[in-house]
């Protein structure tokens, strides 16, 4: 860039910053697999001019109710299951991954092809999806540029195409931001089988807020919160005890 000596600012007057397109994938992803009224997330339109808005083409065809205005949009489950999709994604390589989770709650098979990209990013992320999507219980295909991820079965629906049950486990991160925001969606699980996301906090690289923002539109059954008290005189251990039962937990 050539600055002339001399030059001079001049205001644009009101100028619209855009929301970060990539970090809205995880929340129009919710709106699809939450039930309820839908997601509102503002900031971003389908008009955006950034690459990874085109996450909204690929969550309607995994069946997502989206409508848009200016710098908003609105997300609600349509297709229920989701439907399975196969999706070259060059063009959202980091939103992608988003998919692969999503793909849990389809009525079959994703396939997500030309992602080789992932394989040289924060970690392999290829091997990453592929590996915490197994520990949900899921069966998993992987290739040198390719992920196929098969559903987890759905409560109340006669899902043939999957295989597997959802099973309890603690999510690596890889210290990979969307790693762990990725798999924050498999929460929403209709076993109602816990997820833990271990080093939440490395989602500062993007979204320091995340999980902030993703209790703000989600809230737990307070039946389904276990509660232990653990008592004791003075001295006793009780804190001692309390750590390592939650290090074990």
Not at 80 to 101: F, G, Q, R, S, Y
Not at 148 to 157: D, G, K, S, Y
């Amino acid at each position: 860039f050539v600055i002339p000596a001399g030059s001079r600012y001049q205001s644009p007057g009101t100028i619209h910053v855009e929301a970060d397109a990539s970090s809205a994938s995880y929340f129009i992803a919710l709106g699809a697999i939450a039930e309820g009224d839908g997601i509102r997330v503002n900031g971003v339109g389908a008009d955006s001019i950034q690459g990874d808005i085109r996450f909204v083409e690929a969550a309607q065809q995994m069946g997502a109710k989206v409508t848009s205005g200016p710098n908003w949009l609105e997300i609600r489950r349509g297709a229920w299951p989701l439907k399975a999709i196969e999706l070259d994604c060059n063009h959202i390589p980091d939103a992608a991954m988003t998919l692969a989770v999503m793909a849990l709650y389809a009525d079959g098979p994703t396939l997500l092809r030309n992602i080789a990209s992932w394989r040289v990013k924060e970690t392999d992320r290829i091997v990453a999806m592929a590996a915490e999507c197994r520990k949900l219980g899921a069966t998993v295909e992987e290739g040198p540029d390719w992920l196929r991820v098969h559903p987890l079965p759905l409560a109340q629906l006669n899902l043939a195409a999957a295989q597997g049950q959802w099973q309890a486990t603690s999510i690596h991160t890889y210290d990979d931001h969307r790693v762990a925001m990725c798999f924050s969606l498999a929460a929403f699980n209709d076993a109602q089988v816990p997820v833990r996301i271990e080093d939440p906090k490395c989602v500062a690289k993007t979204f320091p807020d995340y999980f902030e923002a993703l209790f703000s539109v989600a809230k737990a059954d307070p039946a389904q919160i276990p509660v232990l008290c653990i008592d004791g005189p003075t001295a006793s251990g009780k804190g001692t005890l309390a750590s390592r039962v939650a290090a074990q937990l």
